[in-house]
């Protein structure tokens, strides 16, 4: 079981956001992705293998952590990143996914 | 630039049967894994299946294991995924995505799936 928290967090614009992805049993090779999906639209790959950022994601956005503990980092909040954030786990059957963070804007 | 296509969502009662398709484009399809994901009305992601490049392996979420079945055509560069014994549980968005070492590289933007009566 992937448990986020928060459940929601709330930002300014250039601040610093962080969210927090904790497994109920270590991922094996840190075998975890992390998603943003906005209203509407489909999920969009950002971090593989916990720290490995997906093509065209900017630097602003970084992973972090290993065992049970996982961490994404968005170093300065930009309009478009308000979003919701699902990790998910795939060193384990059956993959798993996070409840998700709603990320809102202050 | 990768492109999925998903079609065959729409409104099927209980115990109903349905197909989804997603037609792929911009990438060499027989060399990917695929997989669907779902999310019901305002909730998470969850797997449902994934198979192999080939075909020759396919993977199932317990929830649907037994009902639903994953297969590709590498001729047509298209994933489908056959919904038998539909339940009310079932209705979500249905997405195919690219299925790499795990996690899940691009998606469709979605197929809306309803079971009612």
């Known amino acids: 079981v992937l448990t986020q928290s928060p459940g929601t967090l709330s930002l300014s614009p250039g601040e610093r956001a962080t969210l927090s992805c904790r497994a109920s049993?270590?991922?094996?090779?840190?075998?975890l992705a992390w998603y943003q999906q906005k209203a509407g639209q489909a999920p969009r790959l950002l971090i593989y293998?916990?720290?490995s950022r997906a093509t065209g994601i900017p630097d602003r956005f970084s992973g972090s952590g290993s065992g049970t503990d996982f961490t994404l980092t968005i170093s300065r909040l930009e309009p478009e990143d308000f979003a919701v954030y699902y990790c998910?786990?795939?060193?384990?059957?059956?993959?798993?996914f996070g409840q998700g963070t709603r990320l809102e804007i202050k | 630039e990768v492109q999925l296509l998903e079609s065959g969502g729409g409104l099927v009662q209980p115990g109903g049967s349905l197909r989804l398709s997603c037609a792929a484009s911009?990438?060499?399809?027989?060399?990917?894994?695929m997989g669907w994901v779902r999310q019901a009305p305002a909730k998470g992601l969850e797997w449902v299946s994934t198979?192999?490049?080939?075909?020759?392996?396919?993977y199932y979420a317990d929830s649907v294991k037994g009902r639903f079945t994953i297969s590709r055509d590498n001729s047509k560069n298209t994933l489908y995924l056959q919904m038998n014994s539909l339940r009310a549980e079932d209705t979500a968005v249905y997405y195919c995505?690219?299925?790499?070492?795990?996690?899940?590289?691009?998606w469709g933007q979605g197929t809306l799936v309803t079971v009612s009566s």
């Open positions: 995505a690219n299925y790499r070492a795990g996690f899940f590289d691009c």
């Open positions: 911009g990438f060499t399809f027989n060399t990917y894994a």
């Open positions: 198979i192999s490049a080939g075909g020759g392996s396919t």
């Open positions: 049993q270590s991922v094996s090779s840190s075998y």
């Open positions: 293998g916990a720290s």
């Open positions: 998910q786990q795939y060193g384990s059957s059956p993959i798993t």
